[in-house]
């Protein structure tokens, strides 16, 4: 019965994400939407235990990019039905891991499928 009732429990507002030295973050799970992957990894209806959890790890993001992932949630979550969209400030030694981060996550798919 309790397992019955585990399956029905709506999902957790907010998960975790985990950099790959270690840094946790914990972000609106609502938020974390705008990645198609995450999205996939943290659908109640998957298997994955990331969904079982709220936990997802990232072994290939530092937590200095993963810091700059979880803010870009934010500001799209904010920003997702606004006209006026201040620019989002990116430092210029980040920008290669950002996009090898992005094109993980589905960003750029996501962004696309936005328009």
Not at 16 to 43: H, Y
Request: proline share 5%.
């Amino acid at each position: 019965m309790a397992t019955t009732m585990q399956a029905l429990a709506p999902p957790s507002k907010y998960v975790t994400l985990v950099s790959a030295d270690g840094f946790e973050f914990v972000v609106l799970r609502e938020a974390t939407m705008v990645s198609p992957i995450l999205k996939g990894m943290l659908d109640p209806r998957s298997q994955f235990a990331e969904a079982k959890n709220a936990r997802c790890v990232f072994q290939e993001i530092s937590g200095m990019v993963l810091d700059k992932v979880v803010e870009y949630f934010h500001y799209w979550y904010k920003y997702r039905d606004s006209e006026e969209v201040p620019d989002l400030d990116i430092p210029v030694e980040l920008c290669l891991e950002l996009l090898a981060a992005a094109d993980y996550l589905g960003l750029d798919q996501a962004n696309m499928s936005m328009k």
